[in-house]
């Protein structure tokens, strides 16, 4: 007897892509847990109202990354063909598990990843650590230091084995019934997995991009929660990362806030030689000079050295870095750039003409050299070097090639040890022709945390595993310093040392929005009483380029993103980084900006935890005693307002001039 078609053929299928979707879903949610919890130091605690709002928001997300990678399955369970034998099942099984395992495990690995740079990993981490072979290695460290996380997603994919549910086999005789349901029933499940993809429908609906993420919270850092890695990962592949932006119409009006080009200084040059030191993760709050009033002034840090070379320098209370990474550092430092959106390092615009101190200087017959103990090639530092106009990169290569056994001093994972090559870097310093423009990347203080074996125990543990490198670091440096001292042209040389970003933090104050940015901003010349002190201004890593050039005289113009820090009146210096919106630190206030709104406004100097909003203040925050920046009707009073303002005009012209010049190609001053 001929059996009949029903329609519990297709309603079968489109149930087992269901429920199996639902299973991956809920893992997903899940995962977000475990990246809150794995990080729950940097995000400290959420209050149960904004959870709701980020579970709401988290589902949007959730849902088109799931969409986003699972289209070849959802295609492969409803298209309108009478495919359904056991060979076809089991691809489709398979593909299922193992793209969602995929899901999960970015998920985990990102809950490991992001207190490195405090944002979810990108598309571009693949243009990132594309020339660096010891990634396998710290991996592989990772999963057994981790092995809670590794379990976990060891459970996730046999669950998602174990329960996903195949669709039955069942035989259809009706067949034009059979494909017009089908049919139907494609066309439905697409528009549902487009408009989740989309994360909504209808005209005014945008697709939702990164930045979406921030409307679900309270600052812009938790955005990062509602936010999964398979999301972030696809929506940044190929994307433009600037866009042109006109907040003035009126060029004269814009300048009038900021003018990236700077003029040269009508005073004679000066050829002291440069030495750029920039140190890996090194945040402001390891030195105990830095942080007289931590822990009831008793905090010492860990920086005996640098702390004592503070002293006799000129640095800043409140010195910041424009980025999270690594790569973000140099273009900041040796070129004024900042990091905004994207690193520049990683962008098509690395490829425009570009200017730095050292291609700057060559005009006053300088010679110039890079050095950095990682291998070579390593972060792309190489030939970001060679780009912005260095004579010579000095790196592990040449290391090993000009040190007997030099291949002993390797630590096993990012380069040679700091102590052996800083002394390397000073030889080979004072084989230079005065004047010379250098600068240096160290390695050491880096994740795994390692110091080399004949100082285990030598330097405090401290309370974070980063606290016994940062001692390593410093006790480097000192070496550094004694050698170096020794040689003529010494004190014939401007010092200027920063970190490349923070790390690990221990006090809550660095564990803001702001604190996440803090790094030592110092310049130092042995007997120059001019540069000495401690102020409380406000420093950036691009202010050093331009400090630098007219400390010396350069008397031509050229394009930067920073400020002269010696000739900017106190009230005008101010610092701005991106972390999924423009912040700005200025004056006593933190404002950020999501590229049209202001989204928050606090005084830190009164609330440096940046618990109070102002443009979202509670009734209780009104009242609260410290808060004078508030009138009794929740507005800003007049002076809060008038900086409130002041404040994003700076922020607007740099933003619009940057993106300019960045899609324009004009990040130097074409001659004719």
């Not at 806030?257 to 002291?272: C, D, G, M, R, T």
């Not at 020794?486 to 702001?514: C, R």
């Not at 000495?532 to 050093?544: F, H, P």
């Not at 203040?617 to 009707?633: F, G, R, Y």
């Amino acid at each position: 007897m001929e059996k009949k078609y029903k329609f519990s053929y297709v309603y079968d299928r489109l149930w087992s892509l269901t429920r199996n979707l639902l299973l991956s879903l809920v893992l997903l949610m899940i995962c977000r847990l475990i990246f809150y919890w794995e990080n729950s130091s940097i995000f400290g605690v959420i209050a149960s109202s904004e959870w709701i709002n980020i579970f709401q928001g988290g589902l949007r997300f959730d849902l088109s990354a799931l969409m986003y990678a699972n289209l070849l399955y959802i295609l492969m369970m409803i298209i309108p063909a009478n495919i359904n034998n056991k060979i076809y099942n089991n691809i489709a099984k398979w593909i299922f598990v193992v793209t969602n395992s995929i899901l999960n495990i970015s998920n985990l690995a990102d809950s490991v990843y992001f207190p490195f740079n405090n944002v979810r990993t990108t598309a571009r981490i693949f243009t990132e650590f594309s020339n660096d072979n010891n990634i396998a290695g710290i991996i592989g460290v990772e999963i057994f230091k981790h092995w809670y996380l590794t379990l976990t997603g060891i459970l996730f994919i046999i669950i998602l084995i174990k329960f996903y549910r195949k669709p039955k086999h069942t035989e259809i005789s009706n067949k034009w019934i059979f494909y017009i349901s089908k049919t139907v029933i494609l066309g439905i499940v697409l528009f549902f997995t487009l408009t989740f993809i989309r994360g909504g429908i209808g005209r005014t609906v945008r697709p939702i991009t990164l930045s979406n993420a921030t409307k679900y919270v309270s600052r812009p850092l938790n955005a990062n929660i509602v936010l999964n890695t398979p999301f972030s990962i696809i929506r940044s592949i190929g994307k433009p990362a600037f866009h042109k932006k006109e907040y003035f119409k009126n060029e004269k009006e814009m300048l009038k806030y900021f003018n990236s080009i700077k003029q040269a200084p009508k005073k004679e040059f000066k050829p002291l030689n440069i030495v750029v030191l920039i140190t890996e993760s090194f945040g402001r709050e390891y030195s105990g000079y830095l942080n007289k009033d931590l822990d009831d002034s008793t905090y010492t840090g860990y920086t005996p050295f640098l702390d004592s070379l503070m002293k006799e320098s000129l640095c800043w209370k409140t010195s910041y870095s424009n980025g999270r990474k690594s790569i973000d550092a140099m273009p900041s430092i040796l070129c004024s750039i900042p990091m905004f959106k994207e690193p520049f390092f990683l962008t098509p615009y690395a490829l425009n003409d570009i200017q730095s101190m050292a291609g700057l200087l060559k005009d006053k017959s300088y010679y110039s050299a890079f050095f950095h103990g990682g291998k070579n090639g390593t972060m792309g530092f190489a030939a970001f070097a060679n780009t912005v106009g260095f004579d010579d990169y000095y790196g592990m290569t040449e290391y090993c090639n000009a040190v007997k056994d030099g291949e002993k001093d390797w630590d096993g994972h990012w380069g040679i040890w700091d102590e052996e090559f800083y002394q390397y870097e000073a030889d080979e310093i004072s084989t230079f022709k005065q004047p010379f423009f250098v600068s240096s990347f160290s390695v050491s203080s880096h994740h795994p945390f390692n110091v080399p074996d004949k100082y285990k125990g030598k330097f405090p543990m401290g309370h974070r595993p980063m606290h016994q490198c940062i001692g390593y670091l410093d006790y480097s440096m000192k070496q550094f310093f004694k050698k170096a001292s020794k040689e003529p042209w010494f004190d014939h040389t401007l010092f200027v040392i920063t970190g490349d970003h923070s790390n690990q933090f221990e006090h809550s104050v660095y564990a803001t929005d702001m604190g996440l940015y803090t790094v030592p901003i110092i310049f130092y010349q042995h007997g120059n009483k001019e540069l000495k002190g401690l102020r409380q201004d406000i420093a950036e890593q691009t202010d050093i380029m331009p400090t630098i050039l007219n400390y010396l005289g350069y008397n031509k113009s050229y394009v930067a993103f920073g400020k002269d820090l010696l000739n900017t009146p106190s009230e005008d210096t101010y610092s701005i980084h991106y972390s999924n919106s423009y912040q700005m630190v200025m004056g006593n206030y933190f404002l950020e900006f999501d590229g049209n709104k202001i989204t928050s406004f606090y005084n830190y100097k009164n609330d440096p935890l940046l618990k109070i909003n102002l443009i979202k203040a509670t009734p209780k925050a009104i009242l609260s005693s410290d808060n004078t920046d508030l009138q009794p009707d929740g507005l800003l009073n007049e002076n809060a307002k008038r900086q409130e303002i002041k404040m994003l005009n700076i922020l607007k012209s740099k933003i619009q001039q940057y993106m300019q010049r960045m899609c324009d190609n004009e990040l130097v001053i074409k001659t004719s």
